[in-house]
């Protein structure tokens, strides 16, 4: 098998070098022809000169663009037809690179699925990982043991031709993860350890929690826009529940059956509109 190994790097100079080489060997001594890309996503450190030095080929953008944008930009240029990605930081074992790869001659993405105390974090974390599990779960039918591993290996071709939904930031390997399950892709999990990284981390918890949240949304409108407005019909219904109590307390029932009314015909319209907008998006 030939692969295109793509790493995305902002300010990791510290780091980037020994990952390639380590990359490198990796694949040398499993004897597959490969190529490494280190996508410098406009780092004001030595993280381009340290990529260089250690023999990958190196794509600069002017500007930070995000983590989604430089992979983006990796897939564009990559040579092969499989594509593997990694960080720059040492967090994941590259000689776990061979094991993934052997995969794929039965499957169209192999993620690193993370496992260990690196991996478990703060209880916050840990919490915030458990509730992005189960929001996939509800979107795509499927328990995904790791959403966002940055280890994994891919069809580069699936992966250009879903690149309109995959997202710019750290949600890449999110929504890369939605478009392969929700196309009906066939996926696998291989438990991988996870290291320490070197430096801080570039991830946001908070500022990427809100963003993951858009992301399901849209994911869910394109790809399975109908289980979102069954999720609204059903909140919609449950609204009733209180509703009637208080119209019992405030004014003893006497609007009971309006409300019944109101509540049951917004249901229905929330639900003839998300048949109506999945109908429209498989006429597409």
Not at 17 to 33: C, I, P
Not at 56 to 66: D, F, I, M, S, T
Not at 143 to 158: A, E, K, M, T, Y
Not at 253 to 275: E, K, N, P, R, Y
Request: proline residues 4%.
């Amino acid at each position: 098998m030939k692969v295109s190994v793509l790493i995305p790097a902002f300010n990791e100079e510290h780091a980037v070098h020994d990952t390639v080489l380590r990359v490198r060997k990796a694949l040398t001594d499993a004897r597959l022809e490969h190529e490494i890309l280190v996508i410098d996503d406009g780092s004001t450190d030595r993280t381009a000169a340290e990529a260089e030095r250690s023999g990958a080929r190196v794509l600069q953008h002017p500007a930070n663009g995000g983590y989604g944008r430089a992979l983006k930009t990796g897939l564009r240029h990559a040579t092969f037809d499989l594509v593997a990605i990694t960080d720059a930081d040492g967090s994941y074992p590259p000689d776990e690179l061979p094991r993934l790869i052997a995969d794929m001659d039965r499957f169209d993405m192999v993620v690193g699925a993370r496992q260990g105390l690196h991996y478990r974090g703060s209880r916050a974390k840990w919490l915030g990982r458990r509730a992005l599990q189960r929001m996939v779960l509800f979107v795509t039918g499927v328990l995904v043991p790791d959403v966002n591993s940055g280890l994994r290996v891919f069809r580069r071709q699936i992966a250009l031709d879903n690149i309109r939904q995959i997202g710019n930031g750290f949600s890449f390997t999110t929504t890369l993860t939605l478009a392969m399950l929700l196309e009906g892709h066939f996926v696998r999990y291989v438990p991988v350890p996870y290291n320490a990284r070197v430096g801080a981390s570039k991830v946001k918890f908070r500022r990427d929690v809100v963003r993951t949240m858009q992301i399901l949304v849209m994911a869910i409108l394109a790809y399975n826009p109908i289980k979102l407005f069954l999720l609204l019909s059903y909140i919609t219904l449950l609204v009733l529940i209180p509703s009637l109590a208080i119209d019992a307390i405030a004014a003893g029932g006497a609007h009971a059956g309006l409300i019944v009314a109101v509540d049951l015909c917004a249901a229905l319209a929330l639900f003839g509109l998300g048949l109506t907008t999945d109908v429209l998006r498989r006429q597409l």
